[in-house]
């Protein structure tokens, strides 16, 4: 087993977690310096957690989309398909795994419909539920934007755009992202690994 050839696993994971915290002190010595394939698979990795921890699923994927990585080469000739790869990912339930985080278990139930000319924002995970239900109940009703709560309600719209924003622009890559720069390469690894995500569940 591959694991059984790392010696030790947990101080490989930690200087991992601790390289994308920026963190040099790892009790162990410094992270050795890591090729431009780790510094890309590394960077791909964080950007598809999307603000959330770093998963082992994010670091797989990130392996396969690097291109000319030694990694991603390995895993091909061994037959392993990307796309099957991160079909299986989600096809699995991350609560069974060790990757599971209680941020991306309450993203995971999120959702943002538009009805008509309305864009409804669905949270689902039973902690924002009970909290929403005693607020409507202490408010006598639902809670808008208007006097003195309006102020409250502008970080949600900025966030909700931002996030909207930031999906367009993956369904809709613009020319000038494809310019071979590390930030070029790592924006269309997550759009490649993202996108028919997004359209599949849309569809």
Known sequence: MLAARID???????????????SRDLGTGPWPAG??????????????AGGAPVGSHHLLEAML???N????????????????????????????????NPEEAAARRMEIRLVDDEVHLIL????????AKRVTELADGPVAGVGP??????PLWRSTN????????MLEPEPEEEDGSAAGKVAKAVRTVLAPRLRRRAG
């Open 69 to 100: 990585s030694m990694a991603a080469r390995v895993l091909r000739d061994l037959g392993v398909d990307p796309d099957t790869v991160a079909a299986k990912i989600d096809e699995l339930d991350p609560e069974t795994t060790a990757d599971a």
């Open 162 to 169: 931002q996030l909207l924003s930031q999906i367009q622009r």
């Open 35 to 48: 090729t431009p394939a780790t510094e890309d698979t590394v960077s791909t990795a964080s950007a598809l």
């Open 124 to 131: 689902r995970d039973p902690a924002t539920v009970a909290i």
């Open 65 to 67: 989309r690097t291109e």
């Open 8 to 22: 030790p696993v947990s101080r490989i994971r930690a200087a991992v977690l601790a390289a994308l915290e920026g």
């Open 149 to 154: 709560v309006a102020g409250m309600f502008v």
